[in-house]
């Protein structure tokens, strides 16, 4: 008989949280969160203002202390020393020792997270294009500077898990573009990026899967083909809309329908598009016009949050 | 993680010698201990030239300032060197006086001369910089602890996996290694000059029978004075962290150390019970420890060395494991933007 050898498989997600609550008094900042980060590639981490996000992150990176509930990477502890030295941060605004260079303010991260080799941080500051800058005290950086500084730091000793909070924040449109880039590239194979980002067409660009808070509560959390997909909208132009939207009704499929402009909105997949026109027809509705509508993820968030799309702020 | 901290002690050297602000400090001290040391080099001068000095006060004298006459002049057999605008009675007075304090001559003499050459010139230095260094270290305490919530890099440290209390531990053990090495270089510096003045001196005044202090005196004296900064860096550190911000540690570093010291100048005269209480106060027993050097003043009898010793680790735990509470219980948010 042969011996199976006793190999821990490594978990399929690299973060784990189960009902996760953070109070400060009265005020609920994270509600009862319970998150799966699967491993690889770039992970969306959205909400609006005050949502929890990045309190979220904190708790992750042993930074705030949770009220209840547990947080794991890579199965162990958050706040386990060892598991942070395998994951690069960046939480809100990058903060570093104003008197030092850039260079030494890596070369000092460096040494004490114990990872990586001498030539990493060359490497880096070309990476963020700070290579020309290294030597200037951090306090001399524009913000764009900072917030460069602050990804390269993130990226210190090749970490298999990057949270990155707002990376472009302050950056030109030419380094926007940069950082999209630099992060799809950095989520590629084992390594997992959580990125929060207040710019959801950019999230949109580059995340696979995303988690939605509002309210310290996660409202939804999946790839975002799925999510979209899940809440596509069909519209379309009847003969007899009243008699159109009992119809629509009874079809187990379709998830509403509601009228809009002169128009029924049928929420449903896109792709049974032909399914609704053929139901209508065959009770004697006709339809003189279906058009698929295509969701940003934006406008999903919009509308999950309950967000008024034209103030951006929370519907009263 | 035990085995990271001298590590993280390494980088926080990295951090701290890139600072002004620990080599100004250094500068002081080093400056404070050389005022010492050439002030006894000036004084020996005066004392040997003067034979001591006589204060002539004003109601001797119709009046007029008080001044000071040289012992060799009013003992010299040159009438030309006695003062000719002193009542006779006055100027005898004053001459008994010398002639009365000549015995005594030799040893103050030997006494200040072995306090600007080594191996004295070494404690003369370390009787000023001991009381001072409390002042200097909670300034640089205050100001390594502070900077990393003024900035906010405390959040940005910490998520490099460095455990926090590893990383205070870190810190505290290269202050201390500091304090430690600017005792060490003002004491050097103190025995440079002392052998440079011996040798503008010259020849040494002959032996009068003064026990001079030895080099392993002034190693036990030294180490008296590293340990008496223990509990002070432990009280800076405690609030610097409890109240997030440099500012704070500082200005509790220098109010306490003078506040202590009215506070007890005060009380100890209205109540004649306050000089028990005041028995067990911090910058007190700091200076019974080190034998009164502190540079502070004094009311009434100091605390036994032993009492003032178990008074300052009592101190010293209750700051430490105070800081330690906190630094490892609090969230840590990003820059408070506090000096």
């Not at chain 1, 705030?64 to 386990?80: C, K, M, Q, W």
Request: charged fraction near 20%; aromatic fraction near 8%; hydrophobic fraction near 45%.
């Amino acid at each position: 008989m042969l011996d199976t050898p006793d190999v821990t498989p490594p978990p399929d997600f690299v973060i784990e949280t189960a009902d996760l609550t953070k109070r400060y008094g009265e005020v609920v900042a994270v509600d009862g969160l319970s998150l799966r980060v699967p491993r690889g590639g770039v992970f969306g981490f959205l909400g609006p203002n005050g949502s929890g996000k990045t309190t979220t992150m904190g708790m992750l990176l042993g930074l705030v202390h949770p009220t209840s509930g547990e947080a794991r990477i890579f199965g162990d502890s958050a706040r386990h020393p060892a598991t942070l030295k395998k994951v690069g941060a960046m939480v809100e605004s990058p903060t570093f020792y104003p008197y030092l260079s850039g260079r030494d303010n890596l070369r000092y991260f460096q040494g004490v997270k114990r990872r990586g080799a001498p030539g990493d941080i060359d490497r880096l500051l070309d990476l963020v294009d700070l290579g020309k800058r290294a030597k200037s005290k951090f306090s001399t950086y524009s913000l764009g500077m900072k917030q460069r500084l602050g990804i390269a730091c993130a990226l210190l000793g090749d970490p298999e898990l990057l949270f990155l909070d707002e990376p472009t924040n302050g950056l030109d449109p030419a380094g926007v573009v940069e950082v999209r880039e630099l992060i799809r590239q950095l989520g590629r194979g084992e390594r997992t990026v959580i990125l929060s980002s207040h710019l959801l067409a950019e999230t949109e660009l580059v995340c696979d899967n995303v988690a939605v808070l509002s309210r310290g509560k996660l409202i939804a959390q999946g790839s975002i083909k799925e999510l979209l997909r899940s809440h596509d909208t069909v519209r379309l132009r009847s003969t007899d809309d009243a008699a159109a939207t009992s119809i629509l009704r009874e079809i187990s499929w379709v998830e509403g329908v509601r009228a809009d402009d002169g128009y029924l909105l049928v929420d449903a997949a896109k792709e049974r598009s032909w399914e609704i026109s053929r139901a209508l027809a065959q009770r004697g509705v006709h339809v003189s016009e279906l058009t698929p509508l295509h969701r940003s993820l934006e406008e999903y968030f919009m509308e999950i949050t309950e967000t008024d799309p034209t103030t951006g702020r929370a519907k009263s | 993680m035990i085995g990271s901290i001298p590590l993280l002690a390494r980088w926080e050297w990295f951090k701290l010698r890139r600072r002004w602000m620990l080599w100004i400090l250094l500068f002081f001290a080093i400056l404070f201990g050389q005022l010492a040391v050439w002030g006894q080099y000036f004084s020996y001068n005066t004392l040997r030239s003067t034979g001591g000095e006589i204060t002539v006060p004003a109601a001797l004298q119709q009046g007029r300032i008080p001044r000071t006459l040289a012992c060799n002049d009013l003992l010299s057999s040159d009438p030309a060197k006695h003062p000719t605008d002193l009542d006779a009675q006055v100027l005898a007075g004053m001459t008994a006086q010398c002639r009365q304090q000549a015995p005594a001559f030799p040893a103050r003499l030997e006494r200040a001369y072995q306090s600007f050459t080594l191996p004295g010139s070494m404690r003369t230095a370390l009787n000023i910089v001991q009381g001072l260094a409390l002042i200097l270290l909670a300034i640089l305490t205050a100001s390594a602890v502070g900077i990393d919530y003024g900035s906010g890099a405390l959040r940005t440290v910490l998520t490099q996996g460095t455990g926090r209390w590893t990383y205070l531990t870190g810190k505290l053990l290269t202050l201390l290694a500091l304090a430690a090495a600017g005792l060490v270089i003002v004491l050097a510096s103190a025995a440079l000059s002392g052998v440079i003045a011996g040798n503008l001196i010259g020849e040494a005044p002959p032996s009068a029978g003064v026990v001079a202090a030895t080099y392993g005196d002034i190693a036990r004296a030294a180490g008296k004075a590293w340990v008496s900064l223990l509990p002070y860096v432990a009280l800076v550190t405690c609030v610097t962290v409890f109240a997030r911000s440099t500012t704070a540690g500082i200005a509790t570093g220098l109010g306490y150390y003078f506040t202590e010291q009215i506070v007890i100048a005060l009380f100890s005269t209205l109540f004649s019970w306050f000089e028990n209480v005041a028995n067990f106060f911090l910058v007190r027993n700091i200076t019974a420890w080190t034998g009164g050097g502190t540079g502070g003043f004094t009311v009434g009898t100091l605390p036994d060395e032993t009492q003032a010793l178990i008074v300052l680790a009592v101190y010293g735990t209750i700051f430490t494991a105070l800081a330690y509470w906190l630094f490892e219980r609090r969230d840590v948010a990003g820059a408070t933007g506090a000096g």
